[in-house]
């Protein structure tokens, strides 16, 4: 076959993938016009990135205007190395690396690759680093899916779904209520699903800021006064750690313990309560009574990661050695050890 031949054929063959693809391509462009999407990824930083997925007839796709097409066949292709077992693999990442790459630099306002990739990476790779014991990978794991979510919302700032994503792999995967609750609050900003402001609620209560929780859940019961969940936590508040809060902040330390403690009696390993006890003799000055609390909630209360960070924190502050078991991110903010579970599938387009 001539080069003339060769050419006509590749040119064919893209044709006829458009045909075939034309339903999820036409899906696509609906997701960019109800959202007012601007146009891809620069081709310069494809070429920068070299992906080893691309073949030549999706090189063509890509420098042409089949850009989505093209997208489409490399999801296609993610969902058979997700079905062959190969995207899941610990230590066998590199083609599924370069196919979710490439997926979202040719089609970055497509959520879903940004969604699956920061899950993929947050909750099942870094699980199976876990199993593997191999801390410091689950660390970089977590780490690679976080920034994949950042990165998506840089390319997809005007829509809630990679802000809640990236605020629900801080809360629920690294127990980081606040930044959580910061990516949580930018939500809110567009449309958004009732069940967030909620959310914030939680985070704030795990923390705690009892004030900011109640401000949160008093929000959740305006917006529907028929709120169960939200009217069922601001009287549990208000009755249990609301009165030791308001002590704390009269410099009444003594007495605010006493107030905890009183349901800590009935509740010993009631999450908040343990975690308003520490806050309130960090409040004293009390710092090893502190450390106390934090290691009583770490060791008793099952993924309590946020506790085992506050250990790790007093423990530097006094001089003391940090818990072994601490992985800390390439960025700073420490992961811990025991992961929080995985599975599910790859996600199709326009699911999740």
């Not at 089609?107 to 790779?125: I, Q, R, S």
């Not at 003391?320 to 995985?342: H, I, K, N, Y």
Request: aromatic residues 14%; neutral net charge; glycine residues 8%.
């Amino acid at each position: 076959m001539g080069r003339r031949e060769r050419l006509i054929f590749g040119i064919f063959a893209i044709f006829l993938a458009w045909m075939a693809l034309q339903p999820i391509d036409d899906w696509v462009s609906q997701h960019r016009l109800i959202y007012g999407y601007n146009r891809p990824t620069p081709i310069t930083k494809i070429v920068e990135f070299r992906p080893t997925a691309v073949t030549g007839i999706l090189a063509g796709a890509m420098l042409g205007s089949f850009r989505g097409v093209a997208a489409n066949f490399l999801w296609l292709k993610m969902q058979r190395l997700w079905d062959m077992g190969q995207a899941s693999t610990f230590g066998q990442t590199g083609e599924s690396e370069d196919v979710m790459r490439t997926v979202t630099l040719l089609d970055p306002h497509w959520l879903e690759p940004w969604t699956f990739a920061g899950w993929h990476y947050a909750y099942n790779l870094s699980y199976e680093a876990e199993h593997a014991h191999n801390y410091p990978m689950q660390g970089e794991f977590i780490q690679r899916g976080i920034n994949y979510l950042t990165e998506g919302i840089s390319y997809n700032p005007g829509t809630y779904e990679l802000y809640f994503e990236l605020s629900w792999t801080y809360f629920d995967k690294m127990k980081e209520y606040e930044e959580a609750a910061k990516w949580a609050e930018a939500t809110l900003t567009f449309r958004h699903p009732e069940y967030i402001a909620r959310q914030l609620g939680h985070m704030f209560e795990r923390k705690p800021d009892i004030p900011k929780a109640l401000d949160w859940y008093d929000y959740c019961m305006k917006q529907n006064p028929a709120d169960g969940t939200a009217r069922g936590a601001i009287y549990t508040i208000r009755e249990r750690y609301l009165p030791a809060w308001r002590l704390m902040e009269q410099g009444k330390h003594e007495e605010a313990l006493t107030a905890v403690q009183y349901y800590l009696n009935v509740e010993p390993e009631d999450r908040i309560g343990l975690h308003l006890k520490a806050t309130i003799y960090e409040a004293k000055g009390d710092l090893p009574g502190a450390l106390k609390v934090w290691q009583e909630a770490a060791s008793a209360l099952s993924l309590n990661w946020y506790a085992e960070r506050q250990v790790a924190r007093l423990s530097s502050k006094l001089g003391l050695p940090a818990p072994m078991d601490t992985v800390f991110l390439p960025s700073g903010p420490p992961s811990l050890r025991r992961p929080t579970g995985a599975g599910g599938a790859l996600p199709k387009p326009g699911e999740r």
